[in-house]
């Protein structure tokens, strides 16, 4: 149940910080950087970079490491899973340890390592971008980047507002769910059962309530905008305008410097040579 | 089933920076058989201490014991004693997922290997204690109106008669009728059984009406925790404990005011309270009317 209440996706923490005061675009745009950094990265020196960026970042932010830590505990364990796929999977290069027809290589461990730093630099650059950024901004940010599409007939303006919705209720739906297990947990529903059937009967009992209530938010949040005069085919004004400061002027130039960087060691193999292969 | 806080305290999303305290160095006793009514505004720590009490939530610091038992994140309760205690959460939603209110009622009854008859038996008494007649038997629950879900909710807590009882606001939200029909049956039921309740409320009158002692909560902290003939005594005794009950949101209600006058007018009221307006009548006849 800890896990439930630190699970950090879709949860603003309102500190007032040099990240948190940075634009919403600002913020989006170099967690698109991150992701592509993470996979232009074939070294490990290139990945580290990425982790000591994300580092400064989330010092920047003024986000306790403690908590930012503990919030990836939730995927550890599809970490786990990756990795050990990865690990049976590649039959390239030395044998390390092998039992029967499971055969363990090096390139296989390098492999399971570099998933794992990987997925977790993407999952810790998404995770900073919604603890410091309000689901409203984030939106903002959005629309205003997508707006050329606009022109060309895609409703960016409904999609954004879905995506604000979808990270909005994040936090909601763990609080409920953390509620219905207490309430499942109080009518005898075992969920450290032994016995398989009765853990799946536990879990039914967490799900149908939870999909239910969503459902039913989701109707009544739809009657709640319609009475507010939502209409999604008019154009709203915005009270606050997004504006690049001089900050965001230099992250966004230091982003487009080190994704030419990692562009170039991805495909000049000269580069790659002078830094060193994995 | 006796429950014991010892210099208890509660901290929800501990470590994070949504971290919130709820309860604060919180001690009593609450011995096996007695009606407790817990009071107090909204956040001020009402269903954390329902929930600590039911083992739903381990201590940040201090003790709990239930049945003598220590509970914490080290200790869970054990399903023998879960068993053993009845939750009912403000929200009945939290709590069906059955097809059908049949099944949602067995389904607390399943780890008691009753025989069918007998299964069907009590579910359709527990049903009926709380209003709804057999045509419910084979409804879905979730398509039922607020009232009858709650209903629903309740039978399915009451049919496996658990020994500790936690009701978190078990008549919010219900029409005057609905919540007439649950109060009358949870007093007759307490006095049939003398199960340990915990009654959590907004409501003055209804923890009158069916507690014999009353916890009022403010911020985290107990600041009454006694009789109600003690509450009352104190209410005419102390006109500043009346101010500082109003700070906490117990807002004097008519019904205290008929009790206080009672009380004002002859003491002997205070060694048994009238309950509702027939016992006030009663009360008056036997002692006044001579």
């Known amino acids: 149940m800890a896990l439930i209440e630190s699970f950090p996706l879709g949860r603003y923490v309102p500190y007032t910080s040099f990240v948190h005061a940075l634009d919403p675009r600002t913020k989006l745009l170099t967690t698109v950087a991150v992701a592509a950094w993470v996979f232009l990265a074939t070294t490990a020196g290139m990945l580290c970079f990425i982790w000591i960026f994300l580092g400064v970042a989330l010092a920047a932010s003024k986000i306790p490491w403690k908590y930012f830590v503990m919030s990836l505990l939730p995927i550890v364990w599809v970490l786990v899973f990756l990795a050990i796929i990865q690990i049976v999977l590649e039959q390239r290069g030395t044998t390390v340890w092998q039992f029967g027809i499971i055969r363990i290589t090096d390139q296989g461990m390098y492999g399971a390592l570099f998933l794992v730093m990987r997925l977790v630099a993407l999952f810790a650059a998404s995770a900073l971008l919604t603890l410091t950024t309000s689901p409203l901004h984030l939106t903002r940010g959005l629309e205003s980047l997508l707006a050329p599409l606009k022109r060309l007939g895609v409703p960016i303006d409904a999609f954004s507002l879905m995506l604000t919705i979808a990270l909005r209720f994040i936090p909601t739906m763990l609080d409920e769910l953390f509620m219905i297990v207490k309430a499942q947990t109080a009518r005898g529903a075992d969920f450290s059962s032994k016995h398989i059937k009765s853990r799946l009967e536990a879990l039914l009992s967490l799900f149908i309530p939870l999909f239910v209530l969503s459902f039913r938010r989701a109707d009544r949040l739809a009657l709640a905008m319609e009475a507010r005069g939502y209409d999604v085919k008019r154009t709203l004004s915005h009270w606050r305008v997004l504006t690049f400061r001089w900050a965001d002027r230099l992250v966004l130039l230091g982003v487009v410097l080190i994704t030419m960087m990692y562009v170039l060691l991805k495909f000049y193999p000269v580069l790659h040579t002078l830094l060193g292969k994995p | ?290």
């Open chain 2, 1 to 290: 089933m006796e429950i014991v806080f010892d210099a208890v305290e509660y901290i929800y999303a501990e470590n994070t920076p949504f971290a919130k305290r709820a309860l604060q160095h919180l001690s009593f006793t609450l011995p096996s058989g007695s009606f407790t009514a817990i009071m107090g505004v909204t956040g001020s720590g009402k269903s954390t201490i329902g929930q600590l009490a039911a083992g739903l939530l381990y201590p940040t610091a201090g003790r709990v014991r239930i049945d003598g038992l220590e509970i914490g994140r080290r200790h869970p309760p054990p399903q023998s004693l879960r068993r053993r205690i009845g939750y009912a959460f403000q929200f009945p939603e939290h709590q069906l997922f059955e097809e059908t209110v049949r099944k949602e009622v067995a389904f607390s009854l399943k780890r008691l290997k009753l025989s069918p008859e007998d299964e069907e038996q009590r579910i359709i008494q527990a049903l009926r204690s709380f209003g709804l007649d057999e045509s419910y038997l084979l409804r879905n629950p979730l398509f039922l109106s607020g009232g009858e879900k709650r209903r629903v909710a309740l039978a399915s807590i009451f049919v496996s008669e658990p020994e500790l009882l936690v009701l978190d606001e078990a008549t919010a939200g219900l029409d005057p009728l609905g919540r007439e029909a649950i109060l009358n049956h949870l007093a007759r039921w307490y006095q049939a059984r003398r199960p340990t309740v915990l009654y959590i409320t907004h409501d003055l009158d209804e923890a009158l009406r069916l507690a014999d002692t009353l916890f009022v909560v403010h911020e985290g902290r107990l600041i009454w925790h006694g009789t109600v003939s003690g509450l009352i005594r104190r209410s005419l005794e102390d006109p500043q404990f009346t101010s500082a009950l109003e700070e906490a949101g117990l807002v004097k209600t008519s019904w205290q005011e008929v009790l206080m006058t009672l009380v004002q007018c002859d003491q002997r009221a205070l060694d048994a309270l009238p309950r509702h307006e027939v016992e006030v009548v009663q009360w008056i006849q036997r002692y006044w009317h001579r």
